[in-house]
């Protein structure tokens, strides 16, 4: 059997996990890595992670049977034409990023449907960068597929064995679908987040007693709100449609929720915390 090569343009939190959880489960991989930040290049050839790096795209990966995207949304659709100079016939070329309608059109336009099969591992952490990835990032997380009408149906299982080998659970839907499911599940969630957080701050006593005894559940609930504000703003604008429907929704529950609240309607917010209760307590 030959040597699996796989590129990697971009080396954060994600494709550095990806990265690793390669080596770890692939015998005698070889990977090949570019990314603007050359420490983080370094820390990867340190690591024994990356065993070749570049700070640009290069012929270095034109001997690459998998080239992942992992630059954030916005730097990936830019990034196509530089992939496809450089890449080999029957290469396979995925991404990581959380929308996939945007990345999928950006592919056509560039005419690499044929080649394509996009991808999302959900899996994260409010920390970024190489520094922070790990392989075990990733163990038992759904990793979503999309592949495009074109890609060979070959292509598509040998995609589906790999993500497997690396622990996660593969999930195949379309790009519209995997749009609409993570807008309600990670997308409105940060923004709720972050929302919540900012009330806080800018509710907090004079000498920031909210701040002080914020405790377990406060911190659960708003945890991502330390996530990355580049990427978060990148997401954002490519899932807008999505997001601001789900929020258009959330918006209305809650103020059925303050209404309730306020006239103090017995019933009302147990019902809430019972269905919700039932609903969370059913997931896996």
């Not at 059997?1 to 959880?21: N, V």
């Not at 592919?107 to 449907?113: I, S, T, Y």
């Not at 923004?191 to 559940?217: H, Y």
């Not at 490519?238 to 959330?250: T, V």
Request: charged fraction near 20%; hydrophobic fraction near 45%.
């Amino acid at each position: 059997m030959s040597q699996l090569i796989c590129g990697f343009i971009g080396l954060g939190l994600i494709g550095g996990s990806i990265a690793r959880a390669l080596k770890k489960s692939v015998p005698d991989i070889k990977i090949i890595a570019c990314d603007i930040n050359r420490e983080a290049l370094l820390l990867a050839k340190e690591a024994a992670v990356a065993d070749v790096v570049t700070p640009a795209i290069d012929a270095s990966f034109t001997q690459c049977d998998y080239l992942f995207l992992c630059a954030p949304v916005r730097g990936n659709d830019g990034n196509l034409e530089a992939v496809k100079a450089v890449m080999k016939p029957g290469c396979l070329l995925t991404d990581v990023g959380s929308v996939k309608t945007a990345i999928h059109e950006a592919v056509r336009e560039a005419g690499l449907e044929e080649s394509f099969i996009g991808g999302h591992p959900m899996a994260g952490s409010e920390r970024v960068g190489f520094a922070n990835s790990k392989a075990s990032l990733l163990e038992n997380a759904y990793y979503i597929l999309t592949p495009t009408e074109t890609v060979s149906k070959e292509a598509v299982a040998e995609y589906y064995a790999l993500v497997e080998e690396l622990g996660c659970l593969p999930l195949i839907l379309g790009c519209e679908e995997h749009d609409y499911v993570t807008a309600a599940v990670s997308h409105v969630p940060h923004l709720a987040a972050a929302a919540l957080t900012n009330l806080v701050r800018d509710s907090d006593t004079a000498n920031g007693t909210m701040k002080q005894i914020a405790a377990g559940g406060f911190k659960d609930i708003t945890r991502i709100a330390s996530a990355s504000p580049d990427m978060w703003e990148s997401i954002c604008m490519a899932n807008a449609e999505n997001i601001a429907d789900l929020l258009d929704d959330y918006i209305c529950s809650l103020q059925a929720i303050s209404k309730a609240v306020r006239a103090k309607q017995q019933g009302f917010t147990y019902d809430l915390f019972t269905a919700s209760k039932e609903y969370r307590d059913s997931f896996t």
